[in-house]
């Protein structure tokens, strides 16, 4: 559940975030272009960051249902090498989104 949670988030995060790049829009006369055009980067740095979230929880989601079954260990949904390299590939698009984080 934690996971569709974080997915719904991120999913009205973006809305939330294009809802604001198109008010910088409208709001242009107010502030310099310049701002204008810094206030839309930030936008929408935080929008890619919302997306590799959405990323994350995808590659996340099938390794989590398959350890919520029952007999995961013994009679497993999945192969164990579908599983690591999903998880592995989640911790590389982790790694990339924790450096575009720290990009200015």
Not at 62 to 85: F, Q
Request: glycine share 8%.
């Amino acid at each position: 559940t934690y996971i569709v949670a974080d997915l719904l988030g991120c999913f009205l995060k973006i809305r939330e975030l294009r809802s604001r790049s198109e008010a910088v829009g409208r709001e242009g006369g107010k502030m310099s272009e310049g701002e204008v055009q810094e206030k839309r980067c930030q936008l929408e740095k935080q929008i890619g960051q919302q997306r590799l979230q959405i990323l994350r929880c995808g590659l996340f989601m099938l390794p989590a249902v398959h350890w919520s079954l029952p007999k995961w260990e013994r009679d497993p949904w999945l192969s164990e090498n579908v599983v690591n390299g999903l998880m592995f590939a989640e911790s590389v698009v982790c790694f990339y989104q924790s450096l575009k984080g720290m990009q200015k």
